[in-house]
């Protein structure tokens, strides 16, 4: 009963912050004549409710594909189109052909705020919720080394860490959208394949690769962890039989979604053209990875056409998420599959092609799902991924919410995880009482743990003065770039300098993270995500 009750304050405070950033404004609030996405939100709703199916994706006079055109696969047209039958019933005026464009009313605010919240709390919140309180804590898990009493303490914690993340928080409460729905269905594939219930996770997955395309971040660790999960059983007919079953029930769902659009040939292509506009360029707005830092010094645009591009990003991106597959496919461990879902989501936002911003919450999910396992490392990589949304934040004039929910956040991990912030050999020191100078101790940690011990200690040192720095240059950039004016010749300069100091960040990440998969231990025991 106190355990029911700890993790309803948790969901409680989770839901009161979300609450509390609906407050402030929306993405293209005031700016018409296109507004932002809560607009695009508001319009596909209109779009999926007065036109036939076959017309959402195809341009016509009555939908104007100029005029955010719909551009999110099936899933997301049929939540549109129930949502809008709901707006439709609570006030014609919010979804009216072309007489409800741009209406920012406050009884319509209300209601798109609400949408994204029932969203979340029916989604992404349950399946974070049910992935930590069904995890084995394994001793790997830190439990010692961050001076936490207990496994059901660290659940709480690990819970409250995962609901209360500023970037999907800032980008789907206040920016507008419904990320939280996707990735909510994402979490839940994943707690479903790693206890082994394969066609569920594969059912799940489909949902969210068919409610945002940019799932297909996650599709290869979903790929081979399967493939790799019945080779490692051997390939007998009774596997093989199993696979096909799962092979049949991503076909069948697959189909299912996308029945109203195999009407004809014309309409597929057209769906599949307008999921994915290569058209657009490689990237648009100042990104956080590898093409937008290399275009600072040479211009790829004027270089290279966009199909080049396209060939590019697809061999570099490969040869990116190449070894953390490979890796997987010989050794399906659970644990090694989580990091393999952080490693294939940078591989995606550092080389593909026409990547947005908000993209990397794709690779901060499994991070916070990964959190347990390596806690500095992860809230690292947190925080820059908040930091790399900045200049959006503060286009939508979401500055303060940027601020406080990061404060938030420090103050609540670093109440959370003491330990995570100094060295753990310092911790041992100081709980026998020495005595001695730092200088006597260091010697007698050579003499007594060996040279080995030594340098540990210091990489462990070294890494926090890191940490700090790159902290610190966080801060710097975050004030910088809200109160101080660029010069008039580069008026982009700070929103360049955020993405090109948070891509060096995540290539960092994405060498890092590669190497806690390689090694990461196999099986149910050591360094694992295990269900109990």
Known sequence: MQGELKVTLILFCAILLRCCVTFHPHSGEGKPPMYGDYEAQRHWQEIALNLPVNQWYINTTDNDLQYWGLDYPPLTAYHSLLLGHIANTIDPS????????????????????????????????PAVAYFVMKLCLCECSQIKKLNICGKSKLRYFLLMTALIYP?????????????C???????????????????????????????KQMEL??????????????KGRSWNSHSLM?????????????????????????????????????????????????????????????????????????VVTTCGVAPSCVHLYRSPGRNAFVVSLINSALAFFLFSFQVHEKSILLAAVPVLLHFHND??????????????MLPLLIKDGLYLVYILTMAIY??????????????????????????????RRLLARKKEHGFSSYLGYNKKTCFLVTFYLSLSGVLLLSVASKYVKPPERYPD???????????????????????????????NCGKCVKYE
């Open 493 to 523: 300069l700070f929103p360049l300098l955020v993405s090109v100091y948070s891509c060096g960040h995540f290539l960092l990440f994405f060498v890092y993270f590669n190497y806690a998969q390689f090694t990461a231990s196999r099986g």
């Open 375 to 388: 806690p500095l490392p992860c809230f690292w990589f947190l925080v820059i991924s908040c930091f790399s």
């Open 410 to 439: 420090f103050i609540t991990i670093s109440w959370m995880w003491p330990g995570m912030f100094h060295d753990d050999k310092a911790n041992d020191r100081s709980s026998r009482r020495e005595s001695s100078n730092s200088k």
């Open 167 to 179: 970037g999907l928080i800032m980008i789907d409460h206040g920016h507008f959208q419904y990320n």
């Open 94 to 125: 919010f979804v009216r052909l072309h007489e409800s464009r741009g209406i920012e009313t406050v009884t319509h605010k209300h209601f798109m705020r609400l949408t994204v919240l029932i969203a979340d709390v029916l989604t992404f919140i």
């Open 217 to 230: 971040y996650h599709a290869l660790p979903f790929f081979f962890y399967t493939l790799g999960s019945y």
């Open 242 to 314: 199993k696979l096909m079953g799962v092979s049949f029930t991503v076909l069948a769902t697959f189909y299912i979604i996308w029945m109203p659009f195999l009407q004809s040939r014309d309409l597929l292509v057209n769906v599949v053209l307008r999921l994915f506009p290569f058209a657009r360029g490689v990237f648009e707005d100042k990104v956080a990875n590898v093409w937008c830092a290399i275009n600072v010094v040479y211009k790829l645009r004027k270089t290279f056409t966009n199909t080049t591009l396209a060939k590019i990003c697809l």
């Open 181 to 211: 729905v996707s990735l909510g269905l994402f979490i839940a594939a994943v707690a479903a394949i790693t206890r082994d219930w394969f066609a569920l996770s594969s059912v799940l997955f489909v949902l969210a690769l068919n409610y």
